[in-house]
């Protein structure tokens, strides 16, 4: 019997460890000035609302709908509306790691990709490319954070693993940032 809890125990570890792996995902590291000369459009938002959609290709996808507080990069507009992939809906539910989860009444800057043919639009970088808005409990500023939670970051140069800091940034000083990377200086 004491056989038989080992190989039980060794089974329910590796499953683990592998579910653990499957919740990650594996991208190369951006820099700041990367990830805003890859976006199409760079903007501080409100998230309006998340909802279940399909894709051009019918596949389970999430309808993000922002209302624009400051454009950075892209086309003019008040609102943005795009689609991530995964979600849920009726029951089915599609994960897929490194894309992160917008909660509607949130502030994010969203560093966002080009449509793809399926009408899929992604963070650049993944989470990389999505900073959560927070308030400073002494200063009572806003500050952004990158949402690097479920990625595993990599050298560029290496490909070696990189460990990387969710370092909040004050706003006024990640946006000037952030307008210098747009205007290439």
Known sequence: MGRHVGKLAATAALALALATQVAA??????????????AEQVIEARVQ?????????????????????????????????FLLPGGA????????????????????????????????????GLGQGLYRASVDAKSGEKRYTPDL???????????KPVRVAATPVEREQFLAEIRRCVSGR
Do not use: M
Request: net charge positive; charged share 20%.
């Open 89 to 124: 809906r009726q029951g089915e539910h599609l994960v897929v790691p490194g894309v992160p989860k917008l909660v509607p009444g949130e502030e994010v800057v969203i560093f966002l990709s080009k449509p793809s043919s399926a009408g899929i639009s992604l963070p650049i």
């Open 25 to 38: 995902a594996t991208v190369e590291r951006i820099e700041l000035h990367g990830l805003a000369s890859r």
């Open 49 to 81: 609302s998340v909802n279940a959609a399909a894709d051009r290709s019918g596949r389970l996808a999430t309808r993000v709908e922002l209302t624009v507080l400051t454009r950075l990069k892209g086309k003019a507009s008040s609102s943005v509306s």
């Open 149 to 159: 939670a479920g990625l595993e970051l990599l050298d560029g140069a290496t490909g």
